[in-house]
Each structure stands twice: as C-alpha cells, then as structure tokens.
C-alpha cells in the first residue's frame, strides 16, 4: 500500500464534538473505511476561529449572492470575522499537500452546496455554500471536493474517491523531475479511465498531449488539470464502462482464445444488463492481461482506480 492519501474533513464527522449543540456526526464509512487509506486532517471553522462549546446555533441570511452568517436567534453577524480566519487558514492548509476535502453538509459554515439562505421573508432557499467552504472552492478550484450526504450515493462516492487518487497523481507527477515527454505517460496511464467518464474531454486531452511541444509547459499543466478534473467530474455509467469494456477487448481480441473472448463477451453483457457490477468484467480483464503479459492495459489505471478492498465497484 502505497503512503495514505491526505484528505480535510469537517471535524464532526470524525466524530469530534464540536458542534454547536456539544454532539458529533461521526460517519462509520469515513472514519472507518476509507480512514484506512486517508491521513485526515480535520478542520471545524467555527471552533478554530473562536467560538465555544456548546454554542448559539448559526444559519445564513440575506440573499443568494451575498449571505451573511448570522447567529440565529440574537442574530450576531460572524460573516467578516469568518471570512479573516479563513484567510489564515487557507494559507496553511496549502502547505498541507491535501488531495481532496469532505464537508459537513447543510452546515452554514461547512456546507459546499444547497445551504439554507433565509431571506427577511423568513422563506429559506437552499442555495447557499457554507462561509469556509466556499473560500475553499474558490482557493483550490481544482481539488476534489465533496460532502458526507452525497457520499452516501455509491456512484458520487467511486466518483470523488476515483478524482482524488488521480490528484494524487498529478501531485506527485508535478512534484517529480517533469519533462515534456512526461505529460504524455501520464496521460496514457489514465486514458480509459477518462474515456470511462467523458469521450468529449478524452479526445481534448489527447489533442493536447499531442500537440505538447507546442505549449509552454506550465499552460499546458494548468489547461491539462483543469479539463482532466473537469472530465472526472462526469459520473462514469454503464453505457460509457461498457463502451471501454470494449474497447479494451479490441486489444485481446488476437491475443486470447476464443473461447475466452466468447467468456468476456458474456461477461460484459450481463454487465450492461445490470446483471453483475463492474467488478466482475474488470477481474476478468485484470486476469488476461496477466496471462498475456499486455503492457498497455497493465499501466492503464481504469483497472485499478482505487484500493479495491474499498468495494466501490460491488454495486450492480
Ligand atoms: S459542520 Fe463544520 S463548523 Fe459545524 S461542527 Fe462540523 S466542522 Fe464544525
């Protein structure tokens, strides 16, 4: 296992009581499961710039554009306060090497989406981001991020797991001795697994690593992330896996015998039909392409997105 992968994590879902009523909503999957791969880094906005515990509970106010937080009930104005603090805390966690984020949802400091912002009629709309969250966004626009209610959904959840793998990734790339001819590997080894998401930006990416010599190199890292993470952020479905499934059984189809081709055939419709999850095509794959000794797939990281004892890809 490679060194655990470095995430932020809203502080009540590990179970701390920081909340504004002296509880917790620790999450047994995060803390748990994927807690086994995951260095996390907690952070409560609302502890870490000063306020107590137990304390008066908080909401947004005022409009969509610019919401305030606000105490609820004598309605102290925390907005500007939050917002220095937030500054400061930026500026550290950069230092971080973080990869991804997972926030409080609903939590009008936490929250990344859907918000309540209650306007002077009193009628809430759920629009708003949470005062910390949306500083965060707005730093580290390219960093996965995601909260525990969406996580819930077992494609949101392979989804943002698989994005914050391959930030990993392109962290270390551009950590290394990066050359021109580097952005090429790194795009190979993530081909089908972009393809599995977004044959738009497969074909974009690919025009770009293909022209590299033509970009200076920083514009082509900052314009290759930015479509690469705005690709992954397309949920992969059954049609586009199975359009990879065979794709992939295009560079067998000399190699294996037929018998195992008529075996993987069967295997990738009974997948389209919803009859096995992913898992079951993807071993049998992984299974060839050892026993044929198939240089290209076995770099392919589609095969192996993320720790499989995670299960993400058991769901039918
Ligand atoms: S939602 Fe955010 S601010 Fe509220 S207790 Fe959790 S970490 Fe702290």
Known sequence: ????????????????????????????????TLGQYVDWLPVCPEVEYGLPVPR??????????????????????????????AVQRLNELEKEGLCGFI??????????????????????????????AGAFMERFPLMPVEDDGRLQDPALRENFIERVFVFRRWKEF?????KIKD??????????????????HYRTLGSMVAAAKQFQPEKLYSEYIYNLMEGLKLLSTTKKNTNVLHHI????????????KQELLEVI???????????????????YVRKY?????ARQHYLNPHPVELMLRNHV
């Not at 470095?6 to 748990?32: A, N, Q």
């Not at 551009?174 to 990066?178: F, I, L, Q, V, Y």
């Not at 059984?249 to 195992?260: A, N, P, Q, R, V």
């Not at 009974?270 to 049998?284: D, Q, S, T």
């Open 56 to 85: 008066e509970a908080m909401h947004l106010a005022g409009t969509e554009e610019g919401p305030r937080l606000v105490t609820s009930r004598t309605g102290v104005d925390h907005t500007d306060g939050m917002r220095r603090w």
């Open 183 to 200: 952005p090429v590997s790194f795009h190979t080894d993530h081909k089908l697994l972009i393809l599995s998401h977004s044959i738009r």
């Open 269 to 287: 419709e009974n997948y389209h039909k919803g009859l096995v999850p992913l898992i079951v095509p993807v071993a049998l794959i992984k299974h």
């Open 1 to 32: 296992m490679e060194d655990k992968i470095k995430l932020g994590i809203s502080s009540c879902l590990l179970g701390e009581k920081v909340r504004y009523d002296g509880g917790h909503k620790l999450d047994h999957y995060l803390k748990e």
């Open 174 to 178: 551009r950590g290394s001795e990066a």
């Open 293 to 297: 000794n198939e240089q290209y797939l």
């Open 249 to 260: 059984l295009g560079y067998f189809k000399h190699m294996i015998s037929s018998d195992e």
């Open 103 to 132: 926030f409080k949802s609903r939590s009008p400091s936490s929250g990344m989406r859907g918000v309540k912002v209650y306007s002077s009629s009193g009628i809430p709309v759920r629009t708003g981001v949470g005062i910390f």
